[in-house]
């Protein structure tokens, strides 16, 4: 069998960058509940969000010794009971192994638009970070069920910015479901 040149080098470079080996991409859906840390427009802090997230883990880089971010495809779904919602684009998932504070997983989303509590603008980026004590994550593969996500439940922290004051909607994730295939 011959390799291409650029099929090499592409393999040559994902070597170099340390990427973990996967078997294959996973395509991933989780459902979680966001408690609201803050009022936002109409929303009174306190309030239940329901959120769901697809993604294909995409192509992972090695960025530096502790880090690894992912390149899915992918979006984020936050709905109030009121019927508003906002939605992004995934961007990067960062996984992150530090002996320093602590382990963590963060969804990193993009293009965020909707009209949640009535806001209509917002500010880039939406984040859901999933935190684990250091040293809780073996690797830099990616979980793919709800029991391996449970390391990271040292703290589950959502937000998501305006434009005017770049004031951050704060909020708790409860219930996080996730499955992969």
């Not at 984020?76 to 998932?93: H, M, P, Q, Y």
Request: net charge negative.
């Amino acid at each position: 069998m011959k390799l291409s040149i650029a099929t090499a080098l592409g393999a040559a470079v994902l070597l170099c960058l340390g990427a973990p080996a996967s078997a294959t991409e996973a395509t991933c859906r989780a459902e979680f509940e966001i408690v609201t840390d803050a009022a936002h427009g109409t929303l009174p802090k306190g309030t239940l969000l329901m959120g769901e997230m697809t993604y294909n883990e995409g192509r992972a880089l090695k960025m530096g010794a502790e880090t690894v971010s992912y390149l899915p495809d992918g979006s984020i779904t936050i709905v109030a009971a009121d019927g508003t919602r906002i939605e992004a684009s995934l961007r990067a998932i960062h996984l992150v192994r530090t002996p320093h504070f602590a382990d963590y997983a963060s969804f990193d989303a993009k293009d965020v638009s909707g009209d949640l509590g009535g806001v209509t603008e917002y500010e880039d980026p939406m984040l859901l970070t999933l935190y684990a004590p250091r040293g809780s994550l073996e690797t830099f593969e990616l979980p793919r069920d709800t029991v391996a996500w449970k390391a990271l439940n040292k703290r589950r922290d959502f937000q998501v910015h305006t434009p005017d004051t770049m004031q951050t909607l704060p909020g708790e994730i409860t219930a996080f479901q996730i499955s992969c295939n």
